[in-house]
Nanobody
Framework: QVQLAESGGRLVQAGGSLRLSCAAS????????LGWFRQAPGKGREFVAR????????YYADYVKGRFTISRDNAKNTMYLQMNSLKYEDTAVYYC?????????????????WGQGTQVTVSS
């Protein structure tokens, strides 16, 4: 099994930038398709972005497209989420997620392993 640990969340002003990291341990990250999800207070956990095992294919939810960039460094066993032009509505706990089975990540039901989450708060 792989263990995931997010970091980098903090309070930031609207329009600002933030980079989240997801460090893996226990197994090589290259074995997994990866993604980022988020959950705002009172809402369900929603898909943000995904990246293929090699890092060559990425996909974003419409509400972050053009502002967020997902990447991974398999040699460092780490995934990233660069967030630019942050909005108040981006405030949420952000989770990194891994899928070991074949197939891609689309919803939270596609995930095999979760990190513990990191809080991102955007002030308006």
């Amino acid at each position: 099994q792989v263990q995931l640990a997010e970091s980098g969340g903090r309070l930031v002003q609207a329009g600002g930038s933030l980079r989240l990291s997801c460090a893996a341990s226990g197994r090589a990250l290259s074995n997994y398709a990866l993604g980022w999800f988020r959950q705002a207070p009172g809402k369900g956990r929603e898909f943000v972005a995904r990246i293929s095992r090699s890092g060559g294919i990425t996909y974003y939810a419409d509400y972050v497209k053009g502002r967020f960039t997902i990447s991974r460094d398999n040699a460092k066993n780490t995934m990233y989420l660069q967030m630019n032009s942050l909005k108040y509505e981006d405030t949420a706990v952000y989770y990194c997620a891994a899928r070991g089975r074949t197939g891609s990540i689309n919803t939270r039901y596609d995930i095999d392993f979760w990190g513990q989450g990191t809080q991102v708060t955007v002030s308006s």
